[in-house]
């Protein structure tokens, strides 16, 4: 009875931990590629994850500390009208976890340099003999979206794309660093995981704080998406959160810290490393 007890424990953890990974690493990706800009002379104004620019976090979950690492990456590719941005997401577990949850994830979205627009967001994952490998492609003309579930084809169907610009979900918690939204203010955003689409209410906590990472020390605002205009959904109905700190020293804003919180245990991502755009 004993070993049957802890067996079923240690499930959870493995699954919840590859699921953190998995939804913060193509949330961040999505977000930060769809962020408006600050001004127009440092930035694009559609693309919020510049050329060249990447960041780099690490995992913990619950008190253990250095459970894997997310690494977002954006390079533009092409020119003129066709030119495109690739936002890259590589996940992976490290150190001792590894050996305990040996996860690998890849996230790849692609914007229209021009407009901003999400034209596709790929996933792939695998955590032993779990594979995990959809993809989304958007047509906005006909206001349709093709999920594909590479791994199981019948679970693949075509989705109305509901009115707004879509990003990735916890991504478009990290595309408000562009936002200059202020303590006490909330704003709307469409976002997507897997081939459910949320309408969100973004929020932005009156208290600043203090968070420290690798980097140093950062000021920053933390910012909280609910589900208020409609009933909630998918992880938001089964009582999971979410939250991400904004840096406000200085104009980068950079997303130092998020977070996502099931019922089972809590996953949060630092930042450890930063390059700027080319």
């Keep these: 009875m004993i070993a049957t007890v802890k067996r079923i424990q240690k499930r959870p953890g493995a699954n919840a931990i590859g699921r953190f990974l998995r939804r913060a690493a193509l949330a961040l990706a999505g977000a930060l590629a769809a962020a408006p800009a600050p001004a127009a002379d440092t930035i694009d104004p559609h ?28 390079d533009r590719i092409g020119a003129g009208t066709d030119a495109v941005m690739r936002v890259t997401t590589t996940t992976w577990t490290s150190g001792l976890a590894r050996g305990l949850f040996p996860f690998d994830g890849r996230g790849e979205s692609v914007y229209q340099a021009a407009s901003g627009r999400l034209l596709s967001s790929s996933e792939w994952s695998t955590y032993r003999n779990k594979v995990v490998k959809n993809s989304m492609t958007f047509n906005y003309a006909r206001k349709v979206a093709l999920y594909t579930d590479e791994i199981h084809p019948e679970k693949s169907h075509a989705i109305p794309i509901p009115e707004g610009n879509p990003s990735d979900l916890i991504l478009a918690l990290i595309k408000t660093r562009f936002w200059n939204i202020t303590p006490g203010q909330k704003r709307d955003a469409l976002v997507f995981f897997q081939d459910q689409f949320y309408p969100l209410t973004i929020i932005a906590q009156d208290e600043p704080e203090v968070v420290l ?23 938001f109905k089964r009582g999971s959160t979410v939250q991400v700190w904004i840096e406000t020293d200085d104009d980068r804003h950079l997303p130092v810290r998020f977070q996502v919180g099931f019922r089972f245990g809590t996953g949060t991502a630092s930042l450890i490393e930063y390059h700027p755009p080319k």
Excluded at 47 to 74: H, N, Q
């Design 47 to 74: 693309i919020g994850l510049r050329d060249g620019e990447s960041l780099t976090y690490s995992v913990r979950w619950g008190l253990i500390p250095f459970v894997g690492r997310i690494k977002i990456s954006a």
């Design 213 to 235: 990472t690798a980097l140093g020390f950062f000021n920053t605002m933390a910012l909280v998406p609910r589900m208020e205009k409609t009933p909630p959904i998918g992880m």
